[in-house]
């Protein structure tokens, strides 16, 4: 009844890779804001790396790993 359009349709359909949740996440974010969680709290606050307002990025490949690049906001303003 349905013949060999369906049969082909269901064939391209079933042979298309799934994507995963380290697929969908691999690149190079732009870090937002840079945060400490208070446990006793339960509040999140600003903070600040070693005392200086941050910047950065983070990088994701895909396969598990991550990194963090953090670097003083105003490094462009200094020779």
Same mark, same amino acid.
């Given at each position: 009844?349905?013949?060999?359009?369906?049969?082909?349709?269901?064939?391209? $359909?079933?042979?298309?890779?799934?994507?995963?949740? %380290?697929?969908? $996440?691999?690149?190079?974010? #732009?870090? %937002? #804001?840079?945060?400490? $969680? =208070?446990?006793?709290?339960?509040?999140?606050?600003? =903070? #600040?790396?070693?005392?200086? %307002?941050? %910047?950065? $990025?983070?990088?994701?490949?895909? #396969?598990?790993?991550?990194?963090?690049?953090?670097?003083?906001? =105003?490094?462009?303003?200094?020779?």
């Amino acid at each position: 009844m349905w013949g060999p359009g369906l049969l082909i349709l269901m064939t391209i $359909f079933s042979c298309t890779p799934k994507q995963t949740i %380290d697929d969908k $996440f691999n690149g190079t974010y #732009k870090l %937002d #804001k840079f945060e400490s $969680f =208070d446990s006793v709290s339960g509040k999140w606050t600003a =903070d #600040k790396w070693r005392g200086i %307002d941050a %910047d950065g $990025f983070i990088q994701y490949d895909g #396969k598990g790993h991550m990194s963090v690049h953090l670097y003083p906001r =105003d490094y462009k303003d200094h020779p």
